[in-house]
């Protein structure tokens, strides 16, 4: 026999439960975080441009706050082929936009590696100067060594992470995960002060 409370439990009308396999994305989650993404491009894009202009345009310095001053003209041109890069990284581009994009990637890793190469050699062959530089600075025009080495795994993660089902595609992922590693450890250290 059944009881009164599962009776009344079966009368109660249930939504239906959208029945995926756990194989397969959510196409809403997708979306969102595509969106998120495209918003974080047009953000990336919008900083570098302002601060490569106050680089150019000197004049306006001035006026601006230091913080858009305040960043390397390399680390600008660095930060603007990586958003170029992953924007045209994205599915269903074509193979004229694949090549802009491995093009970007890997100015992006040519500048972090030539910059590691300037701390470590203690020489400069000009990569510094090559933009407008900050020449009060010790290192003028120089990236941060922190930066320099984000923006060779930004390099080599771009240039592979097209790759499918390769030995270069688990490297893709340990050097996203690295990275990502990388960025967490030096926004605790920018928080903390360290």
Known sequence: TLTADYQIRMQIPRAPLRCRPSNEPDEDVLTGLARAETVALIIVVTI????LGLWFLSRLAPIASSIWSGMVANTTVGMLLTAVGLALS???RSQRQLR?????ALGVLVLGVLTLVEYAA????????????DYASQYPGRSSPQTAFAFTL??????LMRERKSWRSMLADALALVLAAFVLMMIGGYLYGA
């Open 48 to 51: 570098a441009v302002l601060t």
């Open 122 to 133: 203690h020489a400069s062959p000009g990569l510094d100067t090559w933009l407008p530089a």
């Open 90 to 92: 994205t599915e269903r």
């Open 154 to 159: 930004l390099g080599l993660s771009l240039l």
């Open 100 to 104: 802009l994009s491995k093009a970007a």
